[in-house]
């Protein structure tokens, strides 16, 4: 079944520790996409990728990094500097276009302890 | 820039009543618009998606949205609303930016529903 796999489902992390979330997808699909849910807020997006060795801040980009080194795959990377990581994250994928819509996976929720 | 704004946050219903979800949406060129859906600690279900035609297009369970450019609309309606549906409603607008598909979602609406 195609869809797009984030993992895991549940992370915790030590204040000062840089943790990496995974996502996969094998819809062929160009774009892909980050984004940061707390409660009342809405989707905030992190970053966003529409080809292989290329991506672009989102909107609350500090504190983050990824990287697209394959079609399928783009992990983000929570490090140290992010003052406020817990939260909910989903990973999207789209197809090209504006006129696609984007799917998700299931979340990771990320807890600082 | 693009922005989505959802002006309820909360929304109580009675199982068999109508819903209606609003949704504006602030864009300089044609907009291209979704409704998706999120049950607790789940990812995002698209409901519906508008990109240009007929103004009034019809989504899975029931729900259907209707495109109003004059008022910067594209609120989300279904004439009875089941038990099921109480979850949290996102309305969404893709755009073409420099870097790529943006895709901008509202702060949502949850939505209960009183049996």
């Known amino acids: 079944d195609g869809g797009i796999t984030q993992s895991p489902k549940y992370l915790f992390r030590k204040e000062g520790q840089n943790v990496t979330l995974s996502c996969e997808q094998n819809?062929?699909?160009?774009?892909m996409y980050w984004y940061r849910q707390d409660p009342g807020q809405g989707l905030r997006l992190i970053y966003y990728?529409?080809?292989?060795?290329?991506?672009q801040k989102g909107d609350i980009a500090e504190g983050y990094s990824v990287s697209r080194e394959k079609k399928e795959s783009f992990p983000l990377t929570v490090t140290s500097a992010q003052k406020n990581p817990t939260a909910f994250y989903l990973c999207?994928?789209?197809?090209?276009?504006?006129?696609?819509?984007?799917?998700f996976g299931q979340g990771t929720r990320l807890t600082v302890v | 820039a693009q922005s989505v704004t959802q002006p309820d946050i909360h929304i109580t219903v009675s199982e068999g009543a109508s819903l209606e979800l609003r949704c504006n949406y602030s864009?300089?060129?044609?907009?291209?618009l979704f409704w998706y859906v999120q049950s607790p600690g789940q990812g995002l279900q698209l409901l519906l998606k508008?990109?240009?035609?007929?103004?009034l297009v019809q989504g899975i369970k029931g729900f259907e949205a209707e495109f109003k450019r004059s008022q910067s609309s594209f609120n989300l309606r279904k004439p009875s609303v089941h038990w099921s549906d109480a979850a949290e409603y996102f309305c969404?607008?893709?755009?073409?930016?420099?870097?790529?598909?943006?895709?901008?979602f509202g702060t949502g609406t949850q939505l209960k529903v009183e049996l």
């Open positions: 819809l062929n699909h160009d774009a």
């Open positions: 508008y990109f240009s035609g007929d103004t």
């Open positions: 969404a607008v893709g755009a073409l930016t420099g870097g790529g598909n943006k895709l901008t």
């Open positions: 864009y300089g060129a044609t907009p291209y």
């Open positions: 990728s529409q080809i292989v060795n290329d991506f």
């Open positions: 999207a994928s789209k197809g090209q276009g504006v006129r696609t819509e984007a799917f």
